[in-house]
Nanobody, 119 residues
């Protein structure tokens, strides 16, 4: 069974840092674009950052200069280093990936990890 499992969320004060991780597991032949999205209650899920298999990155304007996405292909893992966190960064952060599994390429979501920025 293919899974994306996020970790690293928590409570942090404004201006602080957190590092999220997302590990893919299961019968995976290839991993294409992976990314992070976030959602607050009552709102749509928004893009935070993506990274292609070649390492090209894309960021939402609201996090540029503060967040850095990276990946370790050998570990099938992506990371999101979040610095200078603001209260408006509070959300559930979801990992997303395009994966080649037996028979097809499909899109997968993790279950999410809560990030709360508050004093």
């Amino acid at each position: 069974q293919v899974q994306l499992v996020e970790s690293g969320g928590g409570l942090v004060q404004p201006g602080g840092s957190l590092r999220l991780s997302c590990a893919a597991s299961g019968s995976i032949f290839s991993i294409y674009t992976m990314g992070w999205y976030r959602q607050v209650p009552g709102k749509q899920r928004d893009l935070v950052a993506t990274i292609t298999s070649g390492g090209n990155t894309n960021y939402a304007d609201s996090v540029k200069g503060r967040f850095t996405i990276s990946r370790d292909n050998a570990k099938k893992t992506i990371y999101l280093q979040m610095n200078s966190l603001k209260p408006e960064d509070t959300a559930v952060y979801y990992c997303n990936a395009d994966l080649r599994v037996p028979g097809q390429v499909d899109n997968y979501w993790g279950r999410g990890t809560q990030v709360t920025v508050s004093s």
